[in-house]
Protein backbone atom coordinates (compact mmCIF):
# COMPACT_ATOMS: atom_id res chain seq x y z
CA UNK A 1 0.00 0.00 0.00
CA UNK A 2 1.41 3.37 -0.89
CA UNK A 3 1.30 6.69 0.88
CA UNK A 4 0.36 8.48 -2.63
CA UNK A 5 -3.24 7.26 -2.68
CA UNK A 6 -3.57 9.49 0.20
CA UNK A 7 -1.88 12.33 -1.42
CA UNK A 8 -4.00 12.29 -4.34
CA UNK A 9 -7.28 13.08 -2.50
CA UNK A 10 -8.29 9.29 -2.89
CA UNK A 11 -8.25 8.95 1.31
CA UNK A 12 -7.10 5.86 2.45
CA UNK A 13 -10.00 4.73 4.26
CA UNK A 14 -12.51 5.43 1.36
CA UNK A 15 -10.40 4.16 -1.35
CA UNK A 16 -9.71 0.83 1.34
CA UNK A 17 -13.07 0.52 1.58
CA UNK A 18 -13.50 -0.03 -2.55
CA UNK A 19 -15.57 3.18 -2.91
CA UNK A 20 -14.20 4.71 -6.01
CA UNK A 21 -14.33 3.76 -9.64
CA UNK A 22 -11.67 0.82 -10.14
CA UNK A 23 -10.42 -1.59 -12.46
CA UNK A 24 -8.07 -4.75 -12.24
CA UNK A 25 -6.11 -3.67 -15.23
CA UNK A 26 -5.50 -0.32 -16.08
CA UNK A 27 -7.60 0.66 -19.03
CA UNK A 28 -5.13 3.19 -20.55
CA UNK A 29 -1.45 3.36 -21.27
CA UNK A 30 1.56 5.63 -22.52
CA UNK A 31 -0.08 5.72 -26.03
CA UNK A 32 -3.39 7.48 -24.98
CA UNK A 33 -1.63 8.95 -22.79
CA UNK A 34 -0.18 12.80 -22.26
CA UNK A 35 2.29 14.22 -19.99
CA UNK A 36 -0.05 17.10 -18.62
CA UNK A 37 2.13 18.43 -16.14
CA UNK A 38 4.89 19.40 -17.94
CA UNK A 39 8.16 17.64 -19.42
CA UNK A 40 10.26 18.01 -15.93
CA UNK A 41 10.07 16.60 -12.13
CA UNK A 42 7.70 18.68 -9.94
CA UNK A 43 6.50 18.91 -6.37
CA UNK A 44 3.23 19.68 -5.26
CA UNK A 45 1.85 20.58 -2.33
CA UNK A 46 -1.41 18.61 -1.42
CA UNK A 47 -4.62 19.87 0.52
CA UNK A 48 -8.03 17.97 0.98
CA UNK A 49 -11.65 19.76 1.34
CA UNK A 50 -13.19 20.02 5.05
CA UNK A 51 -15.98 21.27 4.80
CA UNK A 52 -15.45 24.96 2.63
CA UNK A 53 -11.66 25.19 3.61
CA UNK A 54 -8.59 23.37 2.14
CA UNK A 55 -6.95 21.52 4.78
CA UNK A 56 -2.97 20.17 4.00
CA UNK A 57 -3.47 16.54 3.01
CA UNK A 58 -2.41 13.46 5.24
CA UNK A 59 0.79 13.64 2.84
CA UNK A 60 1.43 17.06 2.52
CA UNK A 61 4.23 17.03 -0.97
CA UNK A 62 4.30 14.96 -4.00
CA UNK A 63 6.70 14.92 -6.09
CA UNK A 64 5.64 13.84 -9.76
CA UNK A 65 8.45 12.75 -12.36
CA UNK A 66 7.40 12.11 -16.05
CA UNK A 67 8.75 9.12 -17.48
CA UNK A 68 7.14 7.85 -21.08
CA UNK A 69 3.72 9.50 -21.39
CA UNK A 70 3.00 9.03 -17.55
CA UNK A 71 4.25 10.50 -13.95
CA UNK A 72 5.41 8.30 -10.83
CA UNK A 73 4.39 9.81 -8.05
CA UNK A 74 6.64 9.99 -5.19
CA UNK A 75 6.16 10.92 -1.31
CA UNK A 76 9.53 13.05 -1.10
CA UNK A 77 9.42 12.46 2.63
CA UNK A 78 8.79 8.77 3.00
CA UNK A 79 11.30 6.49 1.39
CA UNK A 80 13.86 7.07 -0.97
CA UNK A 81 12.88 4.49 -3.50
CA UNK A 82 11.22 4.99 -6.48
CA UNK A 83 10.68 1.08 -7.46
CA UNK A 84 6.85 0.53 -6.18
CA UNK A 85 5.35 4.27 -6.78
CA UNK A 86 2.58 4.23 -8.23
CA UNK A 87 1.88 5.08 -12.16
CA UNK A 88 -0.05 8.15 -13.25
CA UNK A 89 -1.71 8.76 -16.80
CA UNK A 90 -3.80 11.79 -17.87
CA UNK A 91 -6.07 10.86 -20.91
CA UNK A 92 -7.83 14.27 -22.56
CA UNK A 93 -11.59 13.73 -21.95
CA UNK A 94 -12.60 17.38 -23.18
CA UNK A 95 -10.31 20.74 -23.48
CA UNK A 96 -11.01 21.54 -19.52
CA UNK A 97 -11.04 17.61 -18.22
CA UNK A 98 -8.66 15.18 -17.68
CA UNK A 99 -8.78 11.84 -16.58
CA UNK A 100 -6.54 10.44 -13.97
CA UNK A 101 -5.80 6.89 -13.79
CA UNK A 102 -3.65 6.29 -10.76
CA UNK A 103 -2.10 2.37 -11.21
CA UNK A 104 -0.68 1.11 -7.91
CA UNK A 105 0.53 -2.30 -6.97
CA UNK A 106 -1.78 -4.21 -4.03
CA UNK A 107 0.68 -6.84 -3.70
CA UNK A 108 3.29 -8.62 -5.89
CA UNK A 109 0.89 -9.99 -7.99
CA UNK A 110 -2.19 -7.48 -8.18
CA UNK A 111 -2.65 -4.54 -9.65
CA UNK A 112 -5.41 -2.17 -9.54
CA UNK A 113 -6.21 0.78 -11.26
CA UNK A 114 -8.28 3.99 -9.50
CA UNK A 115 -9.87 7.08 -11.37
CA UNK A 116 -10.44 10.64 -10.85
CA UNK A 117 -11.11 13.69 -13.33
CA UNK A 118 -9.18 16.51 -13.26
CA UNK A 119 -9.01 20.01 -14.11
CA UNK A 120 -5.32 21.90 -14.40
CA UNK A 121 -4.93 25.56 -14.73
CA UNK A 122 -0.81 25.17 -15.05
CA UNK A 123 -0.86 26.11 -11.19
CA UNK A 124 -3.18 24.06 -9.40
CA UNK A 125 -4.65 20.61 -9.95
CA UNK A 126 -8.31 20.02 -9.03
CA UNK A 127 -8.85 16.72 -8.55
CA UNK A 128 -12.59 14.97 -7.98
CA UNK A 129 -12.41 10.69 -7.53
CA UNK A 130 -15.37 9.05 -9.16
CA UNK A 131 -17.07 7.57 -6.56
CA UNK A 132 -19.20 4.87 -6.48
CA UNK A 133 -22.27 6.32 -5.20
CA UNK A 134 -21.76 9.25 -7.78
CA UNK A 135 -22.52 6.58 -10.90
CA UNK A 136 -24.84 4.27 -9.43
CA UNK A 137 -28.04 5.54 -10.76
CA UNK A 138 -27.00 7.25 -13.71
CA UNK A 139 -28.50 5.38 -16.71
CA UNK A 140 -26.21 3.57 -19.03
CA UNK A 141 -23.63 2.82 -16.26
CA UNK A 142 -24.81 -0.52 -15.65
CA UNK A 143 -23.66 -1.49 -19.25
CA UNK A 144 -19.73 -0.21 -18.40
CA UNK A 145 -19.57 -1.06 -14.52
CA UNK A 146 -19.98 -3.93 -12.14
CA UNK A 147 -21.50 -3.06 -8.77
CA UNK A 148 -21.12 -4.93 -5.59
CA UNK A 149 -21.79 -3.51 -2.47
CA UNK A 150 -19.50 -0.31 -2.08
CA UNK A 151 -17.47 -1.39 -4.68
CA UNK A 152 -17.44 -0.82 -8.65
CA UNK A 153 -15.68 -1.84 -11.58
CA UNK A 154 -14.96 -0.76 -14.71
CA UNK A 155 -15.81 -3.20 -17.10
CA UNK A 156 -13.17 -4.70 -20.33
CA UNK A 157 -13.71 -2.84 -23.23
CA UNK A 158 -15.16 -5.58 -26.00
CA UNK A 159 -12.40 -7.60 -27.66
CA UNK A 160 -10.60 -5.29 -30.13
CA UNK A 161 -12.05 -2.28 -29.01
CA UNK A 162 -10.14 0.56 -28.30
CA UNK A 163 -10.25 1.78 -24.63
CA UNK A 164 -12.88 4.96 -23.99
CA UNK A 165 -14.43 6.94 -21.07
CA UNK A 166 -17.90 7.25 -21.89
CA UNK A 167 -18.89 11.07 -20.61
CA UNK A 168 -21.64 9.32 -18.48
CA UNK A 169 -19.02 8.25 -16.04
CA UNK A 170 -17.34 11.53 -15.49
CA UNK A 171 -19.68 14.83 -16.45
CA UNK A 172 -21.36 16.35 -13.43
CA UNK A 173 -19.55 15.12 -10.87
CA UNK A 174 -19.40 16.54 -7.41
CA UNK A 175 -16.70 20.02 -7.00
CA UNK A 176 -13.19 18.62 -6.56
CA UNK A 177 -12.37 17.40 -3.21
CA UNK A 178 -8.18 17.51 -3.96
CA UNK A 179 -5.78 20.79 -4.58
CA UNK A 180 -2.68 19.75 -5.58
CA UNK A 181 -0.73 23.30 -5.72
CA UNK A 182 2.18 23.53 -7.71
CA UNK A 183 5.65 24.27 -6.01
CA UNK A 184 8.41 26.79 -7.37
Partial sequence: M????TALGLSACVILSGCFLMSEVPRFDDGQSVTLLGPETTTFASYDLDGADWKVSETPMITVTPKGG???LHDPTGSGTTQDDPILHF?????SHWLMQLTAAESANETWAYYSVATWDGQDLLVQPIACDDLRD???VADLVTFDENDCTLRPPATGAAPDFPPVLWQDLPPATTKLVLQP
Fill in 91 to 95: VELDY
Fill in 2 to 5: THLR
Fill in 70 to 72: HYL
Fill in 138 to 140: RPG
